[in-house]
Every structure is written in structure tokens, then in C-alpha cells.
């Protein structure tokens, strides 16, 4: 009843005031600080595309330093100044190099940008709500992320340069402002940012849940819901309940630096001088840091995994298999990420038995992934497929969680993560399974629902020249680091020139570079098709790719509340694709069962006797018609 409700008062809101109040939008309350859902997830997208941009520049710089790390490349100096002195990076910032890269990629990238682009745009349109639970909230929520994506850059503008410490920021190089260059005002850039960054996603998560538990429209129960509503709201839960854990190790990490305090230092000796520190622990904070970690590769890859999962059945025009397997491994990953964090401390010499229970609860987590992946693999089988863009970056996710996630196995044995830790195989895994993986369900969802927030259609032959660059790019880029970490290569050197066991490895190293390069280069087609179909796109339809949800039931021109008239009911689940007796091979959740007998089947009518009987009913008829004919 509440849920009518609320609903009933927004038809109401939007029929007497809609037109004349939001068609008189200044330029700055209809483009900058829009309470409109759908305006805000092109803001999240947008910004998180540029700071991918960045990101990926930050990437080759480091990569081109690593394959040649004895010449001098005189426009190094050019672009970076006292960074590159005699056209070589100096080694501090090629720390702080690989330290923004890592930060801005998980959780400016594949957390705001994928959660923050899709929740906004996805949630009020396909549970059927005019806006999010708080539309201001959500404004809100963008312009803290914006800010702290602004302090994060802004720490290339300092003296000393930005933080160096790893994008894990471990004491006590994050704890100590003197430890090196990066430890100074660059790293208390690092902490501000992240305050802020945490309180953006907070205040979306809480906007997220509210939405998905209060404002569903008629018709639309939980079971009724699409696996990417899932997905996000079973993220945003997890942001929710993990972050907080981050912010509380980060506010310690900032008593240590400012105020004298031992949280994480203990006999420290800073160039030959004994510091007054006593009692701290570094381990401590690689507690708290991995208590948000491990959530976070789930909080990262699962919203691509309901992507996937969405164009996967939109796109094989067959019904997602195993719907409700599906949702309870969400749940299931959702509640085992919290118990798992363990496994990237297996080296700090925890208790044997407590490393025992934390690699048993790794291997478990397996188990919900694996279900998954069959499920994908099972959707694909005999469907009738269309290899659009969105379904090829939709695959290109599976195969890398696939071949990602079996090197996890490797790393959750506490074994073998001795020897293979701080290596590049370490590099290889994460950058496969969750990089890779979470930006491939990135893009499909940015080709399959550009319709829906533009209005125009992507150009497919840029497309498909994206998607495969991008693939064998990535593959060539990560693959060949599984055999150095085998070797023993670790990670974060500055050169490998020094070591003479090290040195075979430097024509690979100059090998994944120019990948690197490559893949790179392929991103341009895509932000060339991205921008230019904005504007000059060719005009999308109401429903371009005959899907079941509800967003393609609001009209292409977007307008404030979503729908120009009364939400529509829903009836059904969102999968009804290629049902043996329907007229067409999908049918839309908002026709009713009546208008469908011919492709009703029992299972539809397990909460509906009455439904039940009428198609029992109908069936008898239907067969007393043919007795007669």
C-alpha cells in the first residue's frame, strides 16, 4: 500500500506541475546540479571516462619506463618536468605513478563510474519510480565524488609530487610525511580525496536501497526484478556496510601523521634517527584496509556481472538460465566477501590455523562465482545470438572472469601465496578478473543503454574495432605476467635491470608495453563513437534491441519523472524471451498474462490460483477446438 502510495502522489506531482516547472530549467539546475536521475548518471559516466583517460596515460607512462629502463626519452622532461629529469622518470614517481593509476581505476573507475553511471540511470527506470528515494542525495552524491576526483589530481600540482605509497597506501610510508617525497602532501591529498569518495558512495548506497525497497512500482516484486537491480542493490550494501571500516583506518592513519599518535608505528628509524613511536602495528591497518579490499573487488566486478548478465539474455533472445540461482549467488558472494579479507595477509605470519579458515572461505567463494559462469555459458547455449557490440563486451567479461578467476584458486592456497605474493602474477590475476572483467561489463552496458541515455545509436563497426583491440590487447597486456610472477618477479620495481636472474624478462616487459600501447590506441575509436554519436548518432527508437524491462517503455525524449502518464503495472519476470507459443520472441513485463495464453505456462501462475485455473480453462478448450476440427 505504501508503494501505491508514493506512486500515486508522483503521477499526481508530475501531471500538475511537470511541464511547466521543468521546461524553465536554467542551464546550471538542468546540466550541472541536476536532481534528475538520469542527468547524474551521465555525469558519473562522463567523468569516470575521463578519469579512465587519465588513468590509462598514467598506465603507459609507467609501462614505457619498465620496458626501457636505460634510455632517455628527452619529452618525458617536456610533459613532466622535475618528475622526468634528463627524459627518465625519477623512481619516487614512478611510485606515485603506479599509486594514482591503482586508486583511480578501482575506485574512481570501476566503482563510481560503473555503480554510480548504472544504479542512477537503471534503478528508477527499471523497478518503475519517477526519481531515487532523495533526488538531492543523489545530487549530492556526484558533486563529493566530482570533488574528490578534483583533490586527487590536484596532488600532481604539489612540490613533492602525488602520494607514493601503493594504492593499498600501507604504513608506514603513508604514516610518516618524511619518509619519502610522496609520504608529504601528496598522500594527505590521497586521505581528503578518499573522505570524500567515501561519503559519495555512502550517501548513493543509502539512496540505492531506499529506492529499490520503497519505491517499486505495482506488480514489481523482488522476484520480479532484473539481475542488474540485483546486482546494484546488493552492492550498494555492500559499500555501504565495508567503506565506513576504511574510513576509520584512514582517520588513525591521519592521527599517526599529524598528531604524534602510534596507531600503525612502532621502532621506526627515519635516515639513522630512532622516532618516538611504540606499541603500533602496521598489520592493523592492513586489517581495516582489507576489510573494505576484498568487498571491493565484489563491490566492483558484481554490477558488471548484472550487466552481463542482462544483455547476455537480451541478446541470445533466451531467458537468463537459473534466475533465481543467479540471485541467491549475488547473495551469496555478498555475504562471503566479508569473511575472506584474510587471504591478502597470509604473508604477515597470522596464525597457521586462522590462514586455514581464511583460504577455506576464499575457495568457497568460488563455488557462487562458478554457478555464474554455468549459468552464463548455459544462456549462450543454442540461443539465437546477435553479436552486438554491448554482447561481445558482455562475453569478453565472462571469458575474463573465467581465466582471472581460475589464478585466484592459486592465490586463495596460503601455500602457494607465499611464494607467489607481491609478484606479477599477483598483477596478472587482479588485472583479469576484476580490471578487465568490471570494464568489459562497463562498456557493454555503455553500448547497450546509450540509446536509453542519449538517444542516438553508437556506431558498430567502431564497435566491434574497439571490442577487439581491446580483447587481444588486454589478453597480451596480462597474460605473459602469470610467467613472470612464476618466475618470482615482483611487483612495484622500479627497473629489473639490476638483477641478473630479471633481465630475460625485459623483452617481455617491452612486449606488454607496446600491447599496452595497442589497447590504448583502441580506446580512441571508442571515445571517438561515444562523442560524436551524441551529437550526429543516428536516432534511436522507444525499444532498439526489444527488451522485456520497463526503461524501454518510457519514450525516447527524456522527461523529468520518466513516464509521461501512470506507471505502468508490471505483471511478469524480465526474462520472457523466445516462450513457445508467444507471437514474438520477447514479451514486455508489463503485458498482463491474459493477453499471452497461448504461451502461458503453469510454472507462470505458482502465486496466482485463479491465473491458474483460466489457463487450465483455456487449454481444455484449445484442445476441444482441435477434437472438433
Known sequence: MSTLAVHDHGVAHHD????????????????????????????????????????????ILFRIQLAYPDKTFPLLTT????????????????????????????????????????????????????????????????????????IMLSSFLVQKGPASGGWTIYPPLSALPKAMPGSGMGMTLWLISMVFFIASSLIGGINYVSTVLNMRTKGMDLWKMPLTIWALFLTAILGMLAFPVLVAGVVLLIFDRSFGTSFYLSDIVLNGVQQPFEGGSPILFQHLFWFLGHPEVYIVIMPAMGISSEVMSVNSRKPIFGYHAMVYSLIGITVLSFIVWGHHMFVTG?????????????????VPSAV??????ATLWRGNIRFTPAMLFAIGMVSFFISGGLTGIFLGNATLDIN???????????????????????????????????GKMMDEKLGYLHFWLTFIGAYLVFF??????????????????????????????????????????????FLYNFI??????????????????????????????????????????????????AEEDYIPQTVPYSQTMSSNLPHDFEDNPKGLEELQKFQSTLKANEQVK
Open 16 to 59: 500538475d506541475h511537470g511541464h511547466e516547472h521543468h521546461h524553465n530549467q536554467s542551464f546550471l539546475s538542468k546540466y550541472v546540479f541536476s536532481m534528475d536521475h538520469k542527468m547524474i548518471s551521465k555525469q558519473f559516466l562522463i567523468t569516470g571516462i575521463t578519469m579512465a583517460v587519465i588513468a590509462m596515460i598514467l598506465s
Open 372 to 377: 555464474k559462469t554455468f549459468n552464463w555459458l
Open 480 to 525: 605473459p605476467m602469470h610467467f613472470m610472477g612464476l618466475d618470482g618477479v615482483p611487483r612495484r620495481y622500479y627497473a629489473f635491470t639490476e638483477f641478473v636472474s630479471m633481465q630475460r624478462w625485459l623483452t617481455v616487459n617491452t612486449f606488454v608495453t607496446w600491447a599496452a600501447i595497442m589497447a590504448a590506441c583502441a580506446q580512441v575509436a
Open 350 to 366: 597470522m596464525n597457521p590455523f586462522l590462514g586455514g579458515v581464511f583460504m577455506i572461505t576464499t575457495l568457497i567463494i568460488a
Open 420 to 454: 607467489l605474493h607481491d609478484t606479477y602474477f599477483v598483477v596478472a590475476h587482479f588485472h583479469l578478473v576484476m580490471g578487465s572483467a568490471a570494464i568489459f561489463g562497463m562498456l557493454a552496458g555503455v553500448y547497450h543503454w546509450f540509446p536509453k541515455m542519449f
Open 532 to 581: 560524436t554519436s551524441i551529437f550526429i548518432g543516428k536516432k534511436a527508437t522507444q525499444n532498439p534491441w526489444e527488451s522485456n524491462t520497463l526503461e524501454w517503455t518510457t519514450p525516447v525524449e527524456h522527461l523529468h519523472g520518466n513516464w509521461p502518464g501512470e506507471i505502468p503495472t508490471v505483471y511478469r519476470w524480465p526474462y520472457d524471451y523466445s516462450k513457445p507459443g
Open 79 to 150: 610533459l613532466l618536468g622535475r618528475f622526468a629529469p634528463n627524459g627518465r622518470i625519477s623512481a619516487d614517481f614512478y611510485l606515485s605513478l603506479v599509486t594514482i593509476h591503482g586508486t583511480i581505476m578501482v575506485f574512481f573507475v570501476l566503482t563510481a563510474g560503473l555503480s554510480g553511471t548504472f544504479a542512477n540511470l537503471l534503478i528508477p527506470l527499471q523497478i518503475g519510480a519517477r526519481d531515487m528515494a532523495s533526488p538531492f542525495m543523489n545530487m549530492l552524491s556526484y558533486w563529493f565524488f566530482f570533488i574528490a576526483s578534483v
